[in-house]
């Protein structure tokens, strides 16, 4: 059975950082495309960032601040997310496409989700 577990979230302060993990279960993630994504109260849910054979890829929003990494040997994946801002605040969900392109972050394409784990960031 195929699972993803995310954890890392926390409270912090704005410039603050946080890292997220993936954790998933029922297949390695060394091919397949995953992504990360969050929901603000009262927003969609939005892609942050996703990885996959042809490399890694970020919102605007989050470029230069958030980095989605794979840690093959412990299989997790992985998002740093540095100089954090209050419009950061929500819910993270990591996300697998059974694909080695993510071909974008629309969420219909993505098979597996995790529960999430929230991230709040004060000013």
């Known amino acids: 059975q195929v699972q993803l577990v995310e954890s890392g979230g926390g409270s912090v302060q704005a410039g603050g950082s946080l890292r997220l993990s993936c954790a998933p279960s029922?297949?390695?993630?060394?091919?397949?495309?995953m992504g990360w994504f969050r929901q603000a109260p009262g927003k969609e849910r939005e892609g942050v960032a996703r990885?996959?054979?042809?490399?890694?890829t970020y919102a605007d929003s989050v470029k230069g601040r958030f980095t989605i990494s794979r840690d093959n040997a412990k299989n997790t994946l992985l998002l740093q997310m540095n100089s954090l801002k209050p419009e950061d605040t929500a819910m993270y969900y990591c996300?697998?496409?059974?694909?080695?392109?993510?071909?974008?972050?629309?969420?219909?394409?993505?098979?597996?989700w995790g529960q999430g784990t929230q991230v709040t960031v004060s000013s």
């Open positions: 996300a697998e496409r059974p694909s080695i392109y993510c071909t974008g972050f629309t969420m219909s394409r993505y098979n597996y």
């Open positions: 029922g297949f390695t993630i060394n091919t397949n495309c």
């Open positions: 990885s996959d054979y042809g490399g890694n």
